[in-house]
Every structure is written in structure tokens, then in C-alpha cells.
């Protein structure tokens, strides 16, 4: 009984710390409208990007370099700073007297807000069982899309006073804090919680020549492909679905409705996708998910009259597109050992911020160039491609079932399942 409550405090507090950063990726851009209208920031749309830009980059300094700590001083430490790191520099941003230091502040919170999302997965993937690890991360990483909706939803209440937006992701990051160091524990190297740490020595000799190594080389180039490629095609349609729709002919109000659609399949997505995972196989499954990700991006680059069959499209969209980087994700935690799972999870998901960075940016520029429609489709579904490929050539990890819970998956040959 104990185990069941010590697992589901694991759970909701990994949950709420993915949450947050859904929260803040979507904090800034409805909050938009309003930090123009501030009298000391003077915010202009140029500034909005470098500031956008500038958050993501520390977001990916933070998962590339914070998170890999957490295989020497354990998931608990790092989990517990990182989200306290976002929270202190977030509830400054009120307080910020002109645009440099707001950017400043957006750094360093993302510093903290990288290393939350990959080190709660890695929690998540040791405390369950070997065929519930897929499940483990899409189910988490639903809390990525509740908080997406969250600050949408505040930032209209809020409508000019978007500090309200940011004092609401800094003292919730607080809350969970102090509830993380009275009930979330340690998880060791043996997939079993722990009380005392990582037991395995060696993770202090884990670098990123580890991931390059022979034996890791192909499936490490291939997530890193296929995560660039997932990460892309997230940030760039909850930053520019809207206006993509807009440029195709319909309304504005739709076309913010769509965003909300769009992250409603993706948590129907994250919950499907997992339990075909661990029931089908992880490779199998992250191909179909690219696959059907590309198609329905492409349908979305034809006017489409009927408005119930476009919210189905978009809602189907966000169902594969959104949950096919979770997926490659469970790939890393099914497809490393141990000793490295941690650091290979961090700097996968830091590589995946560069498309983080790339998928609005080039949109951006599509939508500079006025054409946006259909071209703006066109590339998210070439992404989906990509990512698609990437993953084929990964070397498959075979279904789990319960009987193989105490042996990690092996890695076999691209045509297995």
C-alpha cells in the first residue's frame, strides 16, 4: 500500500513538473498582445522573437548541461532545483524594469525549465516496471498540454495584466517544490525506488562521447534526428497554427480555437501512444505516429469548407503529431542502459531544442514572405518525414511483457518489432 502511494506522489509531482513547462512555452505568446501595451519593456514583435529565442536557448543549455547531473547526484536533487531555478526567476519577471532584463530572466528560468521535463521522465521510466515505460512517459508528458491550455485560459482572464500569467507559473513551481521535498523520492539505477540515490559508480564517468561510442552511434544520431524533427513540429504549431490558419482564409477566432483543438488530440495522443507502445512495440509504434503526423500536416495545406472536418483533421493532427516526440523519447529510456539513461535523455531533448528554435523561426519567415499558406504545411509535414526516416534507421527495441520486467530490452535489427 505504501508502494501504491509513494508511486502515485511520484507520478502527479513528475506530472506537474511537465506541466510546467507546457505552461511557460505557451505563457509568453498568449501574454503577447499584452507585454506590447507595457510601458516600461517597450516589447516590440522583434523583441518578442529575441526574447522567445533566447528563453529556448537556456531551456537547451539547461537539458543539455543540468540534466546529465542528475545520473551522479540523483533525479531528486536536480528535479527539486530545476523546478525551484524556474520559479524564483519567473516570479521576477513582474519585477523587471526594461526588455534587457526581462530577457535576462527568461534565460535563467529557462536554465531550470530544461532539466525539468527530461529528469521527470527519467523518474517516471526507473520507478515502473520495464513494459510500462512508454506509458510512464506519455502519460506524463500529457501535463505538457493541461499546461498549455492552463495559460491560454489565464492569460484571457488576465487579458492586459499579463504579470498575473507569470506570478501564477512561479508560485505553483513553488507549491511543487515544497511538496517535492516532503514526498518525492529517489530513483536508483535498478528501476526500484530508492531512498538513498544512484547506486551505479559510474555514472560519474558518463560524457557525451558515451552516446557517440560504436554501440550507440546509430540509435544516438537517429534520436536526435527524430527529436530535432518532433520538437520542431510542436513549437512551431503551437507558435504558428493560428496565423497559418488565418493566411488559409479563416477567421481569427477559429483559427485560436484550432491551437486549443490542436493540444486536446495531443493529450489523447500521449495516452494512446503509450499503451500501443508498451502493448505493440515502441519502434513500431513511433513510425506509425510520424507517418500519420506527415499526412494529416499536409491535408491541412488544402481550404477546407466544412468547419467539423477540419477540426477533425486538426484534432487527429495533434494526436500524432504532438505524441511522436514522447514516443522517441521512450525509445531513449527503453534503448540505453541505465548508467546513461538520464544523460542521454538530457541532451537528446537539449539537441531537440534546436528545433525547438528552428520550427517558429522558419515559419516566421515564411510568414514574412507571405507564405506561410501552404508552404508553412508543406515543411511541418517534411519534418514528419524526417523524423519518420530518423527512426526507421534506429536499431528497433523488441516489445516488453511483463515476464522480461527485470531484463532491459535488447536492441535488435530495424525490422523487428
Same mark, same amino acid.
Given at each position: ?11 502527479? /509531482?513528475?506530472?506537474?513538473?511537465? /506541466?510546467?513547462? @507546457? ?23 522583434? =523583441? ?10 537556456? $531551456?537547451?543549455?539547461?537539458? *543539455? ?37 526581462? +530577457?535576462?530572466? =527568461? ?15 527519467? +523518474? ?5 516496471? $520495464?513494459?510500462? =515505460? ?30 498575473? #500569467?507569470?506570478?501564477? !507559473? ?26 538513498? !540515490? ?24 537517429? #534520436? ?11 513549437? @512551431? ?9 488565418? +493566411?488559409? !482564409? ?14 486536446? !488530440? ?10 500501443? %507502445?508498451?502493448?505493440?512495440? *515502441?519502434?513500431?509504434? *513511433? ?6 503526423? %506527415? ?12 468547419? *467539423? ?8 493532427? @495533434? ?8 514516443? $522517441? ?11 546513461? =539513461? @538520464? ?46 526516416? %530518423?527512426?526507421?534507421?534506429?536499431? +528497433?527495441?523488441?516489445? $516488453? ?17
Amino acid at each position: 500500500m505504501d508502494n501504491t502511494r509513494t508511486l502515485s506522489w511520484q507520478a502527479i /509531482l513528475c506530472w506537474l513538473t511537465v /506541466l510546467l513547462e @507546457g505552461y511557460d512555452m505557451v505563457a509568453l505568446g498568449a501574454s503577447s498582445l499584452a507585454l506590447r501595451h507595457s510601458d516600461t519593456l517597450h516589447i516590440t514583435d522583434s =523583441r518578442l522573437t529575441v526574447i522567445s529565442t533566447i528563453t529556448l536557448v537556456g $531551456v537547451m543549455i539547461g537539458a *543539455v548541461c543540468v540534466t546529465p547531473l542528475a545520473d551522479v547526484i540523483g533525479r531528486r536533487k536536480v528535479l527539486i532545483a530545476s523546478v525551484a531555478t524556474f520559479s524564483v526567476f519567473t516570479l521576477l519577471l513582474p519585477l523587471a524594469p526594461n526588455y534587457q532584463v526581462f +530577457a535576462g530572466l =527568461r534565460l535563467f528560468a529557462g536554465f531550470g525549465l530544461g532539466a525539468c521535463m527530461p529528469t521527470a521522465l527519467t +523518474a517516471m521510466a526507473e520507478y515502473l516496471p $520495464v513494459h510500462r =515505460r512508454a506509458r510512464a512517459n506519455t502519460t506524463t508528458m500529457t501535463g505538457y498540454h493541461f499546461g498549455a491550455v492552463a495559460a491560454s485560459l489565464l492569460a484571457i482572464a488576465a487579458a492586459q495584466n499579463w504579470r498575473v #500569467v507569470f506570478i501564477g !507559473g512561479g508560485v505553483v513551481g513553488l507549491a511543487l517544490v515544497g511538496i517535492m521535498l516532503f514526498k518525492l523520492t529517489e530513483t536508483g539505477s535498478t528501476g526500484t525506488p530508492e531512498t538513498t !540515490g544512484p547506486q551505479d559508480h559510474d555514472a560519474e564517468k558518463v560524457t557525451l562521447l558515451d552516446l557517440l561510442r560504436p554501440k550507440f552511434l546509430g540509435r544516438t544520431i537517429a #534520436v536526435w534526428i527524430s527529436t530535432f524533427m518532433g520538437l520542431l513540429l510542436v513549437y @512551431g504549431l503551437n507558435t504558428w497554427l493560428p496565423r497559418l490558419m488565418e +493566411a488559409a !482564409g479563416y477567421n481569427m477566432s477559429a483559427s485560436v480555437t484550432m491551437l486549443l483543438v490542436v493540444n486536446a !488530440g495531443g493529450i489523447a495522443g500521449m495516452l494512446l501512444a503509450g499503451y500501443l %507502445a508498451d502493448t505493440r512495440g *515502441v519502434s513500431r509504434t *513511433v513510425l506509425v505516429w510520424f507517418g500519420a503526423g %506527415a499526412v494529416l500536416l499536409a491535408l491541412l495545406s488544402i481550404r477546407i469548407t466544412s468547419s *467539423v472536418l477540419l477540426d477533425v483533421i486538426i484534432f487527429f493532427a @495533434g494526436v500524432f503529431v504532438f505524441s511522436a516526440q514522447v514516443l $522517441v523519447y521512450a525509445y531513449v529510456t527503453h534503448s540505453y542502459p541505465d548508467r546513461i =539513461r @538520464g544523460a542521454a535523455l538530457g541532451i537528446t531533448s537539449g539537441v531537440g531544442r534546436l528545433g525547438a528554435i528552428t520550427g517558429p523561426l522558419f515559419t516566421g519567415v515564411l510568414a514574412t514572405a507571405g507564405v506561410a499558406y501552404p508552404w508553412g504545411f508543406y515543411f511541418f509535414a517534411a519534418a514528419a518525414v524526417l523524423g519518420l526516416v %530518423a527512426m526507421a534507421a534506429a536499431p +528497433a527495441v523488441r516489445r $516488453v511483457d511483463e515476464s522480461d520486467t527485470h531484463h532491459q530490452p535488447s536492441a535488435s535489427h530495424p525490422g523487428a518489432s
